[in-house]
């Protein structure tokens, strides 16, 4: 059998006429059943004098109230529910990263729906039947883990659902096991990478060939140090738990942004400040609306995830708008004196310079100012070249970071291994500005 490249051809090359005819149709199908059946949905609309019959297709959307963390933390835990409860067959929760944690739950058919957008990210890779598909991301109530795990058994590929940690055993695992492709965080990868270099693995003597990387923001220089040590190809993979999980968006062969699954989420960018929708092409916070889910289909909800979406046609055949890599959430924004700062150019700065991605962010204040201090694991060659002056090299990181991102940091190079190492979604921020409020 050829390779195949797509899980469901028929829709990921759907016509955009077919596509915005489905997201019609769902939309106003979805809206009326919350409205129904969610008391805050009915408030809401009720508030902004918009009755379901208002939304009649697509072009109706800005009509429609936002929704937003906070929302489910104030229905906490199942306040958001559109299903009677004994229809819901998983619960998830979000790992909390930034707040008290939240609860979504799953129908049959939902779960169903979630295998195929996870099949189509594995088929884009060139996933197929007979192929082992390691499963590195945390299972448990992280969606991670279970939601590849059900897409690479929709797939009929064998699964190895390994979890994270125990490292060591990851890489015995992907040598015995012939382990073809390996889905975990990007920092995850490149902990495991580096623990295979120590060990003096051969990596080109894995079967291993490609990556499914996502789950936190990762920059492309980061993408070529793992394609590199790995020796596979590495794909970006997007989602979030208040809308499904990961497969909300998927990287294919030309990895030029991520597929949007336009049949079940319909994306918009907006202004973060004033709400309004912004034209393609422009960068905004990314809001999705669920039109396919039963038991926890949320309307316009903002992600605070800052991208950029484009309709250009993809050279793989696929017709889904693509979204770029988000460089990060508002949330892990930090703004340093004014200037707003996300961990991923500090990423993109140092890999530059040919450091590895084991970095840590230290902000705090002293008087009224904002400090940010920059900690970076000095590579192996450099600790035992006794000619680098370790001072140079920290004004020059120091210099570049002032160059692109416009903010002076002190820059303090830290021994090799000494920055923790993360088996699920890196700490690359550490703030104590909050220890002096
Ligand atoms: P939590 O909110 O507790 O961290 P989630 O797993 O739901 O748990 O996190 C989803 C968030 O992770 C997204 O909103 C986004 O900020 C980030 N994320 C997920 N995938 C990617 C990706 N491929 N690139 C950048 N950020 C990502
Ligand atoms: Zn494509």
Redesign the pocket.
Known sequence: MANQIYWQKEIETASREQIYAWQSERLVRTVRRVYERVPLYRERMDAAGVKPEDIRGIEDLPKLPFTQ?QDLRDTYPYGMFAVPMDEVVRLH??????GK??VVGYTKHDLDIWADTCARQLCAVGAKKGDKIHISYGYGL???GLGLHGGAEKLGATVIPVSSGNTARQITIIEDFGSDIICCT?SYAMYIAEEMERMGVDTSRLRLRAGI??????TEEMRRQLEQKLNIKAY????????I??G??YECSEQRG?HVNEDHFIIEIINPETGEPLPEGEQGE?VFTCITKEAFPLIRFR???IGVISHKPCSCGRTFVRMS?????T??MIIIRGVNVFP?QVESVLLKLGFAPNYQLVVDRKGSLDTLEVKVEITNEAFDDVTTSLSNLEHKISEEIKNLLGVTAKVTLVAPNSIARSEG?AKRVIDNRKLHD
Do not use: C, H, N
Request: net charge neutral.
């Open positions: 963390k929760a979000s790992s909390g990263t930034t944690q939240i992280f969606t991670g990007p990387f996502g789950a936190e923001p990762w970006d993979i997007y989602g979030l738990t208040e809308i999980g990961p909300v968006a991520m990314i992600t605070r995830d890599k988000p460089r990060g959430r949330d892990d991923s979604k």
